[in-house]
């Protein structure tokens, strides 16, 4: 398993989209090398469309939902947080 920290990657860069495509390749190379990835939502106060169309939303285009939703496990996650993923996925899958 993988472990990513998603605070870290935001806090990495000023530009939303880069932090997004960081988080993106972070994925990716997670999922190669353990096949599971946890994402620690720990201390994220806002998850902006714009960073989730480049990691979520291109993983989801990539890779597919199921992927998505069968290889990723996010821990510390608030209720908001929750309902903010899965509206965006659910918004996404019906756009895409």
Same mark, same amino acid.
């Given at each position: 398993m993988c472990t990513i920290v998603l605070k870290d990657i935001m806090d #990495?860069?000023?530009?939303? !989209?880069e932090a997004g495509n960081l988080f993106y390749s972070q994925i990716v190379k997670g999922m190669e090398d353990s096949?599971?990835?946890?994402?620690?939502? #720990?201390?994220?106060?806002?998850? !902006?469309?714009?960073f989730l169309n480049v990691s979520i939303g291109?993983?989801?285009?990539?890779?597919?939902?199921?992927?998505?939703?069968?290889?990723?496990?996010f821990t510390m996650i608030t209720k908001q947080q929750a309902m903010r993923l899965r509206d965006y996925i659910v918004k996404y899958g019906v756009t895409a």
């Open positions: #990495s860069s000023t530009l939303l !989209p096949d599971k990835v946890i994402v620690d939502m #720990s201390d994220v106060t806002a998850l !902006p469309s714009v291109r993983l989801i285009d990539e890779w597919g939902v199921d992927k998505l939703k069968n290889n990723m496990v």
